[in-house]
């Protein structure tokens, strides 16, 4: 958990010491020797780092190594903590491990190196023979030991060879088919690829039938001699679009209302209906689709919606129906709109859950081509387990902190506001917590959508509203939205055509109301309302008369009822039995 909270620079300086100390034999490491090995580093700096990674317990003083000269004696010396090699990979700073570990660790290659040195002695290399595994592996290491000796190497080297080590830049380990196949400098041919090449010099290492592994002297040399190869203080500054404020605070308070009457819907449609789960958990594609099409959207955002319901309590799992339904006696119904948002918020901040997932490929890890869903049976429900992140809450939290500060880094022109992107937010977050790098990269996307959703983003920009909930002032946001949030309407525009026009956001009592006897068309807040014999008659069938009906909509219209309307309604109910 420490070394999450840590950003690029403490985590490179960590690195670096951890892979140039030896806590067993007592050499530790002072800030000027790590400062050679991070280019762009400078020793105060270097100092200021292990003074706070030892205020983090993560690092501790220790005497200057046996052998150190009078004035390296006076530095400050230090060890990382004895657990730090159990939880800081297998690959500090991305670079691989040694060829002696190789050796020790890879049978195969054990059982190959000494033959492999062999080869390269015979066919004319600088490089000491050797007649045991380890001797062999030092030989190599020795050989690739400075960024002069491997350029020598690497001069006959194929084409894209150097395109190839550069895939190896920040991660040891890569992908190749056969990887163990023999390679062999006595029987190259003149049109030899780049791997064999790699292979036959022991340039790669192969782990498996389909892996290979940079070694440490390799990669510190294909850097120039650093651990380090690029080290800088201030996280990295990206270009930005901008926006005007006012489509900010249209699009925000657009997307509230908007949410805050699809939700409605919802409770709707599940009050009538509930939503039954699959045996295997979650609710099936089947049951999302009668949703999405009551709702006019697609499925996937009607998954998305569904979630959002359930974090925030609005649906419930009835455990003797196994079936979603609205709570009993639901106190966000009665809520002003500007509290019903915040409500919403809240459970969204808190949720494990992430909503955005629903309809990916189970297997996140390996998702397959952009927009490709995966076969039947292998994405994941809406509700289900699968969607469940036990750190959605820490990332959510840090993608709208990254977002502020971003957002006032900027600096943008009166009337303007910068527009964010995945792509501005991962790198920042790379750079402030790189080992929360992955976790950020698949959930990050999903978030800022439901963020847009929930009018924390309007137009691509952090709203204000989504500035005080970044800033932890709710009553602020409160504030905010109460102030410019529009007023639920109480009246529909009633036409000779059976319709009824909604000319902007209704109250849900009356949206929910006149669901029970039109069906809803379009999307968005001119939502139109149509008659018919079938819907007219579902609301006598609910119990609703038909004086009771026109009664209601004389109420709440702003124009007479048509007489066609009123003929439908009464010739409904008088041939309704």
């Known amino acids: 958990r420490a070394l999450e909270r840590l950003n690029r620079p403490q985590m490179q300086v960590l690195e670096t010491l951890h892979l140039c100390t030896n806590a067993d034999t007592g050499h530790s490491a002072s800030a000027a020797m790590l400062k050679k090995l991070i280019n762009g580093s400078s020793v105060a700096a270097v100092d200021r780092i292990l003074h706070s990674l030892q205020e983090l317990a993560l690092v501790h003083r220790a005497d200057p190594p046996h052998g150190a000269t009078p004035a390296a004696a006076k530095q400050r010396h230090y060890l990382p903590v004895g657990s730090l090699k159990d939880v800081i990979g297998i690959y500090p700073a991305g670079l691989g491990r040694s060829y002696t570990e190789l050796v020790r660790l890879q049978p195969a290659f054990a059982q190959r190196v000494v033959q492999l040195v062999g080869e390269l002695h015979r066919g004319g290399a600088t490089i000491s023979p050797a007649t045991t595994p380890m001797e062999a592996a030092l030989s190599l290491q020795h050989w690739t030991a400075t960024p002069e000796s491997l350029q020598q190497i690497l001069a006959t080297a194929p084409d894209r060879t150097a395109a190839l080590l550069a895939r190896f830049g920040n991660w040891a380990m890569g992908a190749v088919p056969q990887a163990q196949r023999r390679a062999s400098v006595l029987h190259e041919s003149a049109d030899v690829g780049p791997v064999d090449w790699l292979l036959a010099r022991g340039l790669l290492v192969p782990l498996d039938a389909a892996h290979v592994e940079l070694p440490h002297s390799v990669g510190v040399s294909l850097r120039g001699g650093y651990v380090i190869e690029n080290f800088s203080l201030a996280p990295p500054v990206p270009r930005l679009g901008h926006t005007s404020a006012g489509l900010r605070r249209n699009a925000a308070l657009g997307a509230i209302a908007e949410t805050l009457r699809l939700v409605g819907e919802v409770l709707y449609t599940v009050r009538e209906q509930p939503l039954a789960t699959l045996r295997s958990g979650g609710v099936g594609v089947r049951e999302m689709k009668r949703l999405a099409d009551s709702l006019r959207m697609d499925v996937h955002e009607a998954g998305v919606l569904a ?81 469940q992140r036990p750190d959605a809450p820490v990332v959510r939290k840090r993608v709208l902190e990254i977002l502020h500060e971003l957002t006032l880094e900027a600096a943008a022109p009166d009337g303007q506001a910068p527009v964010l992107d995945a792509a501005a937010v991962l790198e920042r977050a790379e750079w402030t917590q790189p080992r929360m790098a992955r976790r950020f990269s698949s959930l990050v996307r999903g978030i800022l959508g439901e963020a847009e959703m929930l009018g924390l983003i309007g137009s691509g920009a952090l709203s204000q509203l989504g500035a005080a909930i970044a800033a932890e002032q709710p009553d602020d946001a409160l504030g905010i939205l109460g102030e410019h949030l529009p007023a639920a309407l109480q009246h529909v525009l009633l036409q000779a055509d059976l319709t009824a026009v909604a000319p902007g956001y209704l109250d849900p009592e009356l949206s929910e109301r006149l669901l029970t006897m039109a069906a809803a068309e379009g999307q968005g807040p001119a939502t139109i309302y149509r008659f018919s014999v079938t819907s007219v008659r579902r609301a006598l069938d609910a119990g609703q008369d038909a004086a009771a009906m026109l009664d209601f909509l004389r109420q709440h219209s702003a124009t007479a009822i048509p007489q066609p309307l009123q003929y439908l309604i009464e010739d409904t109910a008088a041939r309704h039995s």
């Open 307 to 387: 979630e959002l319901c359930a974090m925030a309590g609005l649906l419930r799992l009835d455990v003797d129906s196994s079936a979603w339904v609205q709570p009993p006696q639901l106190e966000w119904l009665s809520l002003p709109r500007q509290e019903q948002w915040l409500w919403l918020v809240n459970a969204w901040l808190a949720s494990e859950r992430a909503p955005s997932l629903v309809g990916q490929p189970v297997n996140a890890a390996a998702p397959g081509p952009a927009g490709h869903r995966g076969p039947a049976g292998t994405t994941i429900n809406a509700l289900s387990a699968e969607a």
